[in-house]
């Protein structure tokens, strides 16, 4: 009897041995595959829409951090906005490149103008960082509305041949350059995995905004719920695109100088700090280092601000 309970004790012992390695090793499984998946989320999180897999070979960086901040609001706005850009970059590495700027500049201005200036630049860096995103999105945006007048003909000429409203978006996917082909792409990718028409042109929207893309967008969404002559419509804003696209030429033509002022103020001032401090060393130091000092500082350059913003404004005209 009691051999019999031995034999039972050292079967079972084996058996929850057995399953136990058996559940680790599921489990280290599992944990790999979740790795991998998330490695390829993130190799893939700030390609351009559309673009498919990124740059072969191309290996990622700050991968860890890049988890930690797509779980955040932060993050995820910083993913729409590289999404929007077209940069072969994840959310991770241009908060990586971003903090190592910040404390670049601020060695430098500390080290090259004073201590007091070290701060200041930390924080031009990152607006500088946010500034580069929002000139890539705009550059960008401004290259799909240069497109608009030939992705609506390909519409109109599709709908025409009798195509429908998605196999024509597809085939204009097809047919045109990023960065209209890539965004085309991901509201085609959308609609074939259920997203309707009205979600998927809106997102599309949201990603580029422009009045341009607005009224493509709103014309699409209008003959898909409603139908009517979506053929019309399409020719006729087409030439109205091509009419806009040519005034925002002139208006931006006419507008360069003033564009270029605002630039060249705010740098008058770098040059003279500089020019100061070379003239006289430790010039700024002593400046900045009483509190009367560091005061007149910030409000020259809080005026220097105003006139940057105030100059731009000028030179902003909605077309």
Known sequence: MESDLSLLTIGLTVLALVLGIAGLQMWTSGRAQRRDLLDRLSATAALPPGSGGGTPGRRRRFDSLDRRLRGTELGRRLRRKLQATGLDLTVGEYAAYVLGAVAALWLIG???????????????????????????????????????????????????????????????????????GAELATVANQLAVGRSMEEALTELGDRLPSRE????????????????????????????????????REVRTVLAEVNATAVTVPLLGVGALLMLNGISP?????????????????????LYIVGFVVVRRFGRIDV
């Open 110 to 180: 500390a080290a090259v103008l004073a201590p007091f200036f070290g701060p200041l630049c930390g924080i031009v860096a990152l607006w500088g960082g946010n500034a580069f995103l929002n000139w890539q999105r705009a550059r960008r945006t401004e290259r799909f509305i240069g497109q608009l007048p030939e992705l609506a003909r390909l519409i109109a000429n599709g709908t025409a041949a009798g195509l429908a409203m998605r196999t024509a978006l597809s085939m204009a996917a097809e047919e045109m350059d990023e960065p209209a």
């Open 213 to 248: 893309l607005n009224v493509l967008v709103t014309t699409l969404i209008l003959a898909n719920r409603a139908g009517g002559t979506i053929v019309a419509s399409l020719r006729n804003l087409t030439t109205t695109l091509e009419e806009r696209k040519e005034t925002r």
């Open 282 to 302: 430790g010039s700024l130091s002593r400046v900045t280092g009483s509190t009367g000092g560091q005061i007149a500082m910030v409000v020259a350059l809080a």
